[in-house]
């Protein structure tokens, strides 16, 4: 019984068998089992970097195409991608001139600013501002059809 633990005497005695032919001893199989699990860890951060991946593309371009669809119908006179938008809040004025505000900023259209007519239906104003020292100016006007004639 020298040189046999306890363990593998009762095995023997029980007649079970603690290994079996051909096999490898448990710890031969540890350098495999950390691989597999370094391999399989690696995989899953893999697996997560690219869903990552692939939702930033995703938002990106929905960004984009959101950005082209708003911008798409104004004329290339009007707008220089960045500088038309919709109208928030329109302000009469005592001269017959409009103050309009928008996402770009706020500006005066006067009563013979030439106009144009809205796809969407809706007042949208393209604006510029020529140095850091004027207000914004209009460059051009969409009007809903039935403002046409206003």
């Known amino acids: 019984m020298t040189g046999k633990g306890p363990n593998q005497s009762i095995n023997r005695v029980l007649g079970r068998q603690t290994r079996r032919k051909n096999s490898k001893p448990a710890h031969a199989f540890l350098g495999t089992q950390q691989s597999a699990s370094v391999h399989i860890v690696a995989g899953f951060i893999w697996r997560m970097s690219a869903n990552v991946l692939m939702g930033l593309v995703v938002s990106a371009a929905t960004l984009l195409v959101s950005g082209a669809t708003a911008h798409e119908w104004y004329p290339r006179e009007c707008c220089g991608n960045l500088d038309c938008a919709?109208?928030?809040?329109?302000?009469?004025l005592a001269d017959g001139s409009k103050r309009l505000t928008s996402r770009i900023g706020t500006t005066v259209v006067p009563a013979s600013f030439p106009r144009q007519a809205s796809p969407d239906n809706q007042m949208h104003i393209c604006m510029l501002r020529y140095s850091h020292l004027d207000g914004m100016r209009p460059t051009c006007l969409f009007v809903p059809i039935?403002?046409?004639g206003i």
């Open 86 to 92: 919709a109208v928030e809040r329109v302000e009469l």
């Open 146 to 148: 039935n403002e046409m």
